[in-house]
Structures are given as structure tokens and as C-alpha cells.
């Protein structure tokens, strides 16, 4: 079965660059979720989009920007980087309609801020 | 602040026997539960999950438990098998103001399954 795909898996970065994780849900699912997982710690909840909409926000820096396109792919796109933003970023989905709304994650992006 | 509590970080026990892992919540409008494996490396994978109207869901050798009135779910894996092995994460969810379920997680609890 189709899982969340995200690239790249793995990006290096210095100070102050800017950049772009890219999810692919799983098809047909209508909900996409962002979320940052840094070392040694819980994964935190980004940010989430519902056909294409924002839906809900959680502890996303101002730096940190996100959208989801009409193929329902999302980005999410950091700027002014720093060295804290050293983490896993996962992608998720999920399909609104069931209810309880399990949610499927992606492999991850690696990214390091040097 | 933790709303999602797995208090033991680690779990060792042998193969053949039944694991227990905890989780607490403080968050009682949490209303769905989930249990994900986690390898290095890798993402979050589905285990089971459990509802708010239920004590008790299986799926093979995996079972989860609810108690409610004491915020307090578990995860039974019997047996255990050294392909077990893994960092588990509790996690609980509720309808946010957007529509969506967020999943809150705790820190998660590594299991090794000894040979």
C-alpha cells in the first residue's frame, strides 16, 4: 500500500539559509500534518491542512511557513534558519472521514542546521 | 507541560513473555489513543488504537487497554518478540478547533525483547 512519501530524507543547511520539506500524503487522504521531532524528545505538532485549507496551528515558528497544493501534496518551508531547527520533520495524513481519524506518518527529513 | 506521561524510557524484557507499556494523560477531553512503533531512523508506524467508548481493543498479540477514570492506557504485547524491539510512543488525540484530530505524544518508552 501507498505510504507518506517525503523528501529528501536528509538536508544540511547552514545559518540563516532557507529550507523545503516536501510531503506527499497517502492518496485520497483529505489531511495533512506537520510535525518536529528534536532530539531525544516527543514529536511536536506543526501545523495541519484539510483540503488544501489550513486547519489547525500548534507550535510552528513565524520563520516556518507551510501550504498544501491542489494534487494535495504539502511543503513546508523554513527561513532564517537556526541551529534548533536541527531536527526530524515528519509529514502525516489522514483521511477525515472515519472517525478517531488514525494518522500515518512519512519517514522523515533529516535536517541538520549547520 | 506533559499531557501525554510515559514515565518508563526503557522496558527490557525476554522473548515469550508479555511486555506492558504505560501511558498517562492529564487532558480528559482526549478521546482516541493511539500506539505507534518507532525504529531509528524511520517514522512513527500504527499499531493500534483505541476510543474513548471503549476499555479494550486487540489486534493479534497486540492489546490495548483504556481506564478513563484513571487517564491511563497500556499497551500488551504477548508474546514478545525480539523483532519487538523498538521505541514506542502513546499518543492521544481530540478534535482540534480546525477539524482536525492532533495526536499529543508522549516521550515514548524503548523496548528491547531479549533472544
Known amino acids: 500500500a501507498a505510504g507518506v512519501i517525503q523528501s529528501p530524507r536528509h538536508l544540511i543547511k547552514e545559518k540563516r539559509e532557507t529550507a523545503t520539506l516536501k510531503c506527499y500524503p497517502i492518496?485520497?487522504?483529505?489531511?495533512v500534518y506537520w510535525y518536529q521531532q528534536g532530539p531525544g524528545q516527543d514529536p511536536q505538532f506543526l501545523i495541519s491542512?484539510?483540503?488544501?485549507?489550513?486547519?489547525d496551528k500548534g507550535s510552528i515558528p513565524d520563520r516556518f511557513s507551510a501550504q498544501q497544493f491542489s494534487d494535495y501534496h504539502s511543503e513546508l518551508n523554513m527561513s532564517s534558519l537556526e541551529l534548533g531547527d536541527s531536527a526530524l520533520y515528519f509529514c502525516?495524513?489522514?483521511?477525515?472521514?472515519?472517525?478517531?481519524?488514525?494518522?500515518?506518518f512519512g519517514e522523515g527529513s533529516w535536517l541538520t542546521v549547520v | 507541560d506533559q499531557q501525554v506521561k510515559q514515565n518508563s524510557p526503557s522496558l527490557s524484557v525476554q522473548e515469550g513473555r508479555i511486555s506492558i507499556l504505560n501511558c498517562d494523560y492529564t487532558?480528559?477531553?482526549?478521546?482516541?489513543f493511539l500506539w505507534y512503533k518507532k525504529y531509528p531512523a524511520e517514522g512513527p508506524t500504527f499499531l493500534i488504537s483505541?476510543?474513548?467508548?471503549?476499555d479494550k481493543n486487540e489486534d493479534g498479540r497486540f492489546t490495548v487497554f483504556l481506564n478513563k477514570s484513571a487517564k491511563h492506557l497500556s499497551l500488551h504485547i504477548v508474546p514478545s518478540q525480539p523483532g519487538d524491539s523498538a521505541v514506542y510512543f502513546c499518543?492521544?488525540?481530540?478534535?482540534?478547533?480546525?477539524?482536525?484530530?492532533?495526536?499529543?505524544f508522549g516521550r515514548g518508552t524503548s523496548l528491547i525483547v531479549h533472544p
Open positions: 499518543a492521544a488525540s481530540r478534535v482540534a478547533s480546525g477539524g482536525s484530530y492532533i495526536p499529543t
Open positions: 502525516a495524513s489522514s483521511y477525515r472521514g472515519r472517525s478517531g481519524n488514525t494518522i500515518y
Open positions: 492518496p485520497r487522504h483529505d489531511t
Open positions: 487532558n480528559s477531553m482526549f478521546d482516541y
Open positions: 491542512f484539510y483540503e488544501k485549507m489550513q486547519s
Open positions: 483505541i476510543s474513548s467508548i471503549k
